[in-house]
């Protein structure tokens, strides 16, 4: 399996903050992180390529980036574009951003609402607090106290990057705990993070402001987001039996493993552990006869990247998978909850929203013979092509250009447990 996007992005970033030389195994090699290395570079961090997966980054310091020379571009990635506004915001560099046309549809008020009140200036925006915009970094940034008003990693973290560069306390009070990478990454190079619970679900971190980021090794483990793909061949392949190596077992991120075992799937953890700081574990996944199950919203931030490809799993099930609380889907890649439900559709799937939820209903066959718009969504395309495995006919996707964004091994290694892709 390609190694965790999210963590490949954040180990780019916060290494190039540190003082010296961190070396990164296992980086994921997708499009999105590449480019994430490339504004690393254009922002004065040394970022090299030393063999498969393996990095080594020379940082410059916290708040010590140095102007770039022409715009960053972030191309599908909305994970490294908002985390790289957060970095920039506590430092007295100018910057515009900008990514191609599914980012630039995105929102980006969201993140530029906290970094104003941390001092960053926000120069030029396209309508709507879009890409492409100028941002400003701040001389003397300002710690802050934050409530995310949407449940989002992305906007906990630029808070938290902008904070290091701020003198005192910054805090971040979550209503609904969201994947804790960023506060991991921290503590590992050496900054004070402090998490607390916070209601039923929720989180405040606290940040202590200005440390000296030391270099330390990294090692990426498995997207637990990417081996829903082949997890999910296998499900629904009669006959199906596969091991899937070292996924990242992070109790953030692993709501559809939790939701598919009330749905019947077989899913045996052989072996568990813990690597550089992160749970990982050997999945062993045989196909499965599957039920309709409720999912409730307050699991959606521990897989929110999943539901495309649980809704594929959810029409070969028998019976009504209702999805609730997916507003956020409607501002990912593409508008992941119109669009997974037109993918259903389009292959003779039940589907229907109703306010934030997701229906879907199982009829434990898939007739297929659809093409699937996919809207530059790297999710959407592997889902179609994964239902595509055990539908009656088979599934076309308009595009697949943009699987390798985060999975650019995924054809050969589907191919290689027996699915023909053409
Ligand atoms: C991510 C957070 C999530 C997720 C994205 C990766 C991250 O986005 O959808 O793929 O690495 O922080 P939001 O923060 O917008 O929920």
Same mark, same amino acid.
């Given at each position: 399996?390609?190694?965790?996007?999210?963590?490949?992005?954040?180990?780019?970033?916060?290494?190039?903050?540190?003082?010296?030389?961190?070396?990164?195994?296992?980086?994921?090699? +997708?499009?999105?992180?590449?480019?994430?290395?490339?504004?690393?570079?254009?922002?004065? $961090?040394?970022?090299?390529?030393?063999?498969?997966?393996?990095?080594?980054?020379?940082?410059? +310091? !916290?708040?010590?980036?140095?102007?770039?020379?022409?715009?960053?571009?972030?191309?599908?990635?909305?994970?490294?574009?908002?985390?790289?506004?957060?970095? !920039?915001?506590?430092?007295?560099?100018?910057?515009?951003?900008?990514?191609?046309?599914? #980012?630039?549809?995105?929102?980006?008020?969201?993140?530029?609402?906290?970094?104003?009140?941390?001092?960053?200036?926000?120069?030029?925006?396209?309508?709507?607090?879009?890409?492409?915009? /100028?941002?400003?970094?701040?001389?003397?940034?300002?710690?802050?106290?934050?409530?995310?008003?949407?449940?989002?990693?992305?906007?906990?973290?630029?808070?938290?990057?902008?904070? %290091?560069?701020?003198?005192?306390? /910054?805090?971040?009070?979550?209503?609904?705990?969201?994947?804790?990478?960023?506060?991991?990454?921290? /503590?590992?190079?050496?900054?004070?993070?402090?998490?607390?619970?916070?209601?039923?679900?929720?989180?405040?971190?606290?940040?202590?402001?200005?440390?000296?980021?030391?270099?330390?090794?990294?090692?990426?483990?498995?997207?637990?987001?990417?081996?829903?793909?082949?997890?999910?061949?296998?499900?629904?392949?009669?006959?199906?039996?596969?091991?899937?190596?070292?996924?990242?077992?992070?109790?953030?991120?692993?709501?559809?493993?939790?939701? %598919?075992?009330?749905?019947?799937?077989?899913?045996?953890? %052989?072996? $568990?552990?813990?690597?550089?700081?992160?749970? !990982?574990?050997?999945?062993?996944?045989?196909?499965?006869?599957?039920?309709?199950?409720?999912?409730?919203?307050?699991?959606?931030?521990?897989?929110?990247?999943?539901?495309?490809?649980?809704? !594929?799993?959810?029409?070969?099930?028998?019976?009504?998978?209702?999805?609730?609380? #997916?507003?956020?889907?409607?501002?990912?890649?593409?508008?992941?909850?119109?669009?997974?439900?037109?993918?259903?559709?389009?292959?003779?799937?039940?589907?229907?929203?109703?306010?934030?939820?997701?229906?879907?209903?199982?009829?434990?066959?898939?007739?297929?013979?659809?093409?699937?718009?996919?809207?530059?969504?790297?999710?959407?395309?592997?889902?179609?092509?994964?239902?595509?495995?055990?539908?009656?006919?088979?599934?076309?996707?308009?595009?697949?250009?943009?699987?390798?964004?985060?999975?650019?091994?995924? $054809?050969?290694?589907?191919?290689?447990?027996?699915?023909?892709?053409?």
């Amino acid at each position: 399996m390609p190694g965790d996007k999210s963590i490949s992005h954040r180990a780019l970033i916060l290494s190039a903050m540190t003082v010296g030389e961190t070396r990164i195994t296992g980086l994921l090699e +997708g499009e999105d992180v590449i480019n994430t290395a490339k504004v690393m570079r254009a922002l004065g $961090a040394a970022v090299e390529r030393t063999g498969e997966g393996a990095w080594s980054v020379k940082g410059v +310091g !916290v708040a010590g980036f140095a102007q770039p020379e022409g715009p960053l571009d972030f191309g599908n990635s909305g994970t490294g574009c908002r985390l790289v506004m957060g970095a !920039v915001a506590g430092c007295p560099v100018t910057a515009k951003f900008d990514g191609d046309a599914s #980012l630039r549809k995105r929102p980006m008020q969201r993140v530029l609402d906290p970094l104003t009140r941390i001092g960053a200036r926000v120069i030029g925006v396209a309508e709507g607090g879009r890409l492409p915009l /100028t941002l400003q970094g701040a001389r003397d940034p300002i710690p802050i106290e934050y409530e995310p008003p949407v449940a989002s990693a992305q906007l906990k973290s630029a808070v938290l990057l902008a904070g %290091l560069a701020a003198p005192g306390e /910054t805090i971040v009070i979550e209503k609904e705990a969201t994947r804790d990478h960023t506060e991991k990454m921290l /503590t590992h190079f050496g900054a004070q993070v402090r998490v607390e619970a916070c209601g039923e679900h929720g989180r405040k971190i606290t940040l202590t402001g200005r440390p000296e980021l030391s270099p330390a090794p990294l090692q990426v483990p498995a997207d637990p987001s990417s081996a829903a793909f082949p997890l999910a061949a296998a499900l629904i392949v009669p006959g199906s039996d596969i091991v899937i190596d070292g996924v990242m077992m992070n109790p953030l991120r692993t709501g559809l493993f939790l939701t %598919l075992r009330e749905m019947g799937a077989s899913i045996e953890t %052989l072996s $568990a552990k813990n690597d550089g700081g992160e749970e !990982v574990a050997d999945l062993r996944v045989k196909s499965s006869a599957l039920r309709g199950v409720e999912v409730p919203a307050v699991r959606a931030p521990s897989m929110i990247d999943e539901y495309p490809i649980l809704a !594929v799993l959810a029409a070969f099930a028998e019976g009504t998978t209702r999805m609730r609380g #997916l507003s956020e889907l409607r501002v990912k890649e593409s508008d992941r909850l119109a669009a997974t439900a037109a993918m259903l559709r389009v292959n003779g799937v039940a589907a229907e929203i109703e306010g934030d939820d997701l229906i879907v209903h199982g009829k434990g066959r898939v007739p297929g013979g659809g093409t699937v718009a996919t809207h530059m969504d790297h999710r959407l395309a592997m889902s179609a092509l994964v239902m595509g495995l055990a539908s009656e006919k088979p599934v076309a996707v308009d595009d697949a250009a943009f699987i390798a964004t985060s999975f650019p091994g995924f $054809a050969d290694l589907m191919r290689g447990i027996g699915a023909e892709l053409s």
